[in-house]
């Protein structure tokens, strides 16, 4: 099928084939409900935050301020004959027309629009959860006996995604590289098997930054589709802008910011995402990792501030890494000037949004680690002990024993995975010197304990 994902109309009445924008009823129908402002496809992108405020407002069904939620299954049409047209895809959804929810459905594809205009691509389609977005795209990219070459510092269901389940169950094998030795990266790939190049714009956990416009013009030379997850840096960095061909979040983290909510997104071509919802061979479509209207329409609420949760949580973040770096720590933040890839980001980054909300904190060992994380949680209420990031509270963990867990030991140490590496994703409830006086004072107990130091 050959849908548009950008649909430029909708109506508050059931339509026909036969109804198009010529009728005065149905114009004037259609512009109390929609906003008719450019898509991030067709205006001059500059700036996320920008470009979200440029994109198309959907009005609701009696001209609420905000969109409706369309909780249909399924979709009811006039005609008997347009069933027909609908499967055969002469009929879609950029005229309104909707077979069924694990197809397109208009809530979700308000969503999805927002989440286009963030990454500034042609089109994005929503699913049910961040590893549904990424082993969809995936599956839609490669075929059986295809293959992939991916950073070797990944999110640990990734890793497990690509070491174990598609070698198993699909033929399909990836090799792992360092992904800042670009001839590493361009000797990995097999003209005419390699397919992707997969690696995260800022790593989990490590926080290594990759070179998106040199990893994407070494694939593109060799014809080979880039794919970065961008979970870590929404509104701080734009891989699409900067050479890549697919973006994929975890809409979970940074973008729900309510630590309530499973999702996904995957921004790309309308040619790709359009691909992807086809009746005979769409990934989307036939594995159906559907996203929930509700939970799309919650979604949509929060991502216009989500820019400005993003400052909040790096301006913080970079805070505290300054001044735990001159008590003598080994604080790993990309915000930092003696941070291997500072420069990198520096010239990357959207202005404005600082460099992350992620920080780690080397504690050497996992006992020291543990005591840190326990103190901080049970002792000063600085945060929780709890995977996942981008919630308004501070959330740290352990990541070698658990989000990392899926690695070997030989794995966490080709990808920089200390045994007491401490990842924390910095929040922003309370004041900025109320939540540092908590974490020195554990950092504080930490040193008089005589834990600092020791090997």
């Not at 589709?225 to 809409?251: E, Q, R």
């Not at 920089?416 to 950092?443: C, D, H, N």
């Amino acid at each position: 099928m050959a849908e548009t994902l950008l649909p430029t109309n909708n109506n508050t009445k059931k339509r026909t084939e036969h109804d198009d924008m010529d009728g005065q009823d149905y114009a004037a129908s259609a512009a109390k409900k929609s906003m008719f402002l450019p898509t991030a496809a067709s205006a001059a992108w500059e700036d996320p935050a920008m470009a979200l405020a440029s994109a198309r407002h959907e009005f609701g069904e009696h001209g609420g301020v905000n969109m409706s939620i369309e909780a249909s299954a399924t979709f009811t049409v006039m005609e008997p004959e347009t069933l027909q047209k609908m499967f055969s895809g002469e009929l879609g959804a950029d005229r309104d027309f909707f077979i069924y929810s694990r197809h397109f459905n208009p809530t979700v594809l308000n969503l999805s629009r927002q989440m286009a205009a963030l990454e500034g691509t042609e089109a994005a389609y929503c699913t049910s959860s961040g590893m549904s977005a990424i082993s969809s795209v995936l599956l839609q990219l490669v075929s059986s006996g295809d293959h992939i070459v991916a950073s070797r510092t990944l999110y640990g269901g990734t890793h497990a995604l690509l070491t174990h389940f598609f070698p198993r169950a699909c033929n399909i094998t990836t090799t792992f590289v360092d992904i800042n030795d670009l001839d590493m990266v361009r000797n990995a790939i097999e003209v005419g098997k390699t397919r992707v190049v997969y690696f995260e714009a800022m790593s989990n956990p490590t926080l290594t930054v990759a070179n998106i416009p040199e990893l994407s013009r070494i694939s593109h030379d060799k014809g080979v589709t880039v794919v970065v997850d961008n979970t870590f840096s929404p509104m701080v960095l734009s891989p699409v802008k900067l050479g890549a061909d697919v973006v994929v979040h975890s809409i979970s983290k940074f973008i729900s910011g309510g630590a309530d909510i499973i999702a996904g997104v995957v921004c790309g071509p309308a040619s790709l995402v359009n691909s992807m919802m086809d009746l005979h061979q769409g990934a989307l479509m036939l594995l159906g990792p559907t996203m929930n209207a509700k939970v799309a329409f919650e979604l949509s609420e929060r991502v216009p501030h989500l820019g400005l949760r993003m400052k909040e949580h790096c301006h913080r973040a970079m805070v505290y890494a300054t001044r735990m770096k001159k008590m003598g720590l080994k604080v790993i933040y990309p915000g930092l000037e003696e941070h291997p890839q500072h420069e990198l980001l520096k010239s990357m980054i959207n202005k404005d949004y600082g460099y992350g909300g992620l920080l780690c904190l080397d504690m050497g060992t996992e006992e020291r680690a543990n005591r840190l994380m326990n103190l901080l949680q049970n002792y000063t209420q600085f945060g929780f002990m709890a995977v996942s990031l981008g919630y308004y509270e501070t959330l740290m963990s352990c990541s070698g024993s658990s989000t990392s867990s899926e690695l070997n030991n030989e794995e966490k140490e080709l990808a920089g995975i200390s045994p007491g590496l401490v990842r924390m994703s910095i929040g922003y409830i309370g004041t900025l010197e109320q939540k540092w006086s908590q974490l020195e004072k554990a950092l504080n107990r930490m040193h008089d304990s005589g834990l600092f130091g020791k090997k």
